[in-house]
């Protein structure tokens, strides 16, 4: 039962991945719009994002708690997926040029062939600035509540989403990069005192 419903699920992704692709293709902006087209929209308030858990490269358990301090752009992905596909270069270039102490990528796989399916993508694609991350179980989909790949979310340094989108994107262009420089500079999760600090 628990198969047949997450193959219906990853057959949906995929169905709604197309469509977003095919309103992306009718409405993709060119020359100078392109460049200022896309922004992420902040919530009002930031959202809890529920404890999510997921394996590295060496197939060992990490989680999105080891993120905690940097701002994150969580994107939910397959290589099944054309519109993922698509927009990886973009997130491979955005890794490249803001990736370090305040920034990261994170694009979770849920292939169900985990890292080696991974691995032979970014090789294919060469993808050279990303990480592996993968969740061959798909939990994250409805962990996140996502009905649809790609999914990106961004999360800021204490660890709260303050945004998503569905559907493909340019990473790289400088509107999207001056957005995220903004959250970058924002500060930092509190430290708890220890004791006897002054």
């Not at 308030?45 to 358990?61: N, R, Y």
């Amino acid at each position: 039962m628990s198969s047949r419903f997450s193959g219906a699920r990853r057959r949906f992704a995929a169905m709604v991945a197309l469509t977003a692709t095919a309103a992306f293709a009718g409405f993709a902006p060119s020359g100078a719009q392109a460049a200022t087209a896309f922004r992420f929209t902040p919530y009002p308030q930031p959202h809890a994002v529920p404890a999510l858990s997921f394996l590295d490269a060496q197939g060992k358990p990490t989680s999105l708690a080891a993120f905690r301090g940097k701002v994150v752009l969580l994107n939910v992905w397959a290589t099944w997926c054309p519109p993922c596909v698509r927009e990886m270069p973009t997130l491979n270039k955005l890794q490249e040029l803001l990736g370090g102490k305040d920034f990261a990528v994170l694009p979770l796989s849920v292939d169900r062939g985990g890292v080696f399916a991974v691995r032979s993508f970014y090789q294919d694609n060469f993808i050279d600035h990303l990480p592996i991350y993968v969740d061959p179980t798909t939990k994250a989909l409805d962990t996140l509540n996502i009905l649809g790949t790609p999914t990106t979310i961004l999360i800021d340094k204490q660890g709260r989403e303050i945004a998503r989108t569905l559907g493909p994107q340019d990473w790289d262009q400088p509107s999207v990069i001056a957005q995220l420089r903004h959250y970058m500079a924002q500060p930092g999760p509190a430290r708890a005192k220890t004791v006897g600090s002054s």
